[in-house]
T-cell receptor, first 114, second 108 residues
Framework: NAGVTQTPKFQVLKTGQSMTLQCAQD?????MSWYRQDPGMGLRLIHY???????DQGEVPNGYNVSRSTTEDFPLRLLSAAPSQTSVYFC?????????????FGPGTRLLVL | EDKVVQSPLSLVVHEGDTVTLNCSYE??????LLWYKQEKKAPTFLFML????IEKKSGRLSSILDKKELFSILNITATQTGDSAVYLC????????FGKGTSLLVTP
């Protein structure tokens, strides 16, 4: 298994540009989520999905869109990038067994918005 | 609003010292508490705790959960420079709620 993969690893955008951060997992996990990590702020949940066709907002959803057309893929879209979106983005997938959740993280995408 | 608070925010110790990292939480629908170690990459999983009073151990690291007082501790004994990292606590309520982390620096 490749686990959770993210592309690109690093991206530079200009203010107002759009882009999609890709996330894929091959473990057949139903639950996937996107986090951003900023210095002094820890990891904050942007959007999450409990299965194909179902998405919901997390703590900091503004400026981001997601979709979940398949179990494997959970792309994160920035419609009009802003410098405040400069961050490291982590995608994660998880499964629940016996009521206990285990999460797997992707390697991260470092985004710089100028 | 769900809340996870870690302390201290940063810590500097000498090799061989023992450290205790704290994580307190206030959440609805608690499922589990997880500890992660993060170096310059994605967080890596350390422990998952679901029951009070049962210590989890892995080498020099150990952790315990108190669901009555709503906190967990992560202990690292005989610290090494390779233990230098940010240690993240997260509480699962369906989504993962992270604390801000404790930055640990172990000096030779």
């Amino acid at each position: 298994n490749a686990g959770v993969t993210q592309t690109p690893k690093f991206q530079v955008l200009k203010t107002g540009q759009s882009m999609t951060l890709q996330c894929a997992q091959d473990m057949n996990h139903e639950y996937m989520s996107w986090y951003r990590q900023d210095p002094g702020m820890g990891l904050r949940l942007i959007h999450y999905s409990v299965g194909a066709g179902i998405t919901d907002q997390g703590e900091v959803p503004n400026g981001y869109n997601v979709s979940r057309s398949t179990t494997e893929d959970f792309p994160l879209r920035l419609l009009s990038a802003a410098p405040s979106q400069t961050s490291v983005y982590f995608c994660a997938s998880s499964f629940t067994l016996g009521g206990v959740e285990t999460q797997y993280f992707g390697p991260g995408t470092r985004l710089l918005v100028l | 609003e769900d809340k996870v608070v870690q302390s201290p925010l940063s810590l500097v110790v000498h090799e061989g010292d023992t450290v205790t990292l704290n994580c307190s939480y206030e959440v609805t629908n608690f499922r589990s508490l997880l500890w992660y170690k993060q170096e310059k990459k994605a967080p890596t999983f350390l422990f998952m705790l679901t029951s009070s009073g049962i210590e989890k151990k892995s080498g020099r690291l150990s952790s315990i959960l108190d669901k009555k007082e709503l906190f967990s501790i992560l202990n690292i004994t005989a610290t090494q420079t390779g233990d230098s990292a940010v240690y993240l606590c997260a509480v699962s309520t369906g989504a993962l709620n992270f604390g801000k982390g404790t930055s640990l620096l172990v000096t030779p």
